[in-house]
Nanobody, 122 residues
Framework: QVHLVESGGGLVQAGGSLRLSCAASGRTFSSYAMGWFRQAPGKEREFVAV????????SYADSVKGRFTISRDNAKTTVYLQMDSLKPEDTAAYYC???????????????WGQGTQVTVSS
């Protein structure tokens, strides 16, 4: 079992930055690929970023590539999402996920956090 708790969301102006954190419980953190998904009101949930177990591989949605950076600290059992050059269309609830496979598919993730809201004003 893995329990995920996100933090760091909030209100920011367009062009600003936020850093999301996701603290994971359990001693097997390094055995999971970690990722972030987001869901805006009235829209489907979408993939944002994923990082491999060791942190050596990362993938991003085209919409955030070059602006967002995913990283992890296995010693602290925490994954981060640095979000720069934020746009109003980045407004959404952001969810941290953990799973056995390095994938962009939400169905393959076994554990989800409760979400943290990010609102970007224009």
């Amino acid at each position: 079992q893995v329990h995920l708790v996100e933090s760091g969301g909030g209100l920011v102006q367009a062009g600003g930055s936020l850093r999301l954190s996701c603290a994971a419980s359990g001693r097997t953190f390094s055995s999971y690929a970690m990722g972030w998904f987001r869901q805006a009101p009235g829209k489907e949930r979408e993939f944002v970023a994923v990082i491999s177990r060791s942190g050596t591989s990362t993938s991003y949605a085209d919409s955030v590539k070059g602006r967002f950076t995913i990283s992890r600290d296995n010693a602290k059992t925490t994954v981060y999402l640095q979000m720069d050059s934020l746009k109003p269309e980045d407004t959404a609830a952001y969810y941290c996920v953990a799973g056995s496979y390095y994938t962009i598919l939400s169905n393959n993730y076994d554990y989800w956090g409760q979400g943290t809201q990010v609102t970007v004003s224009s």
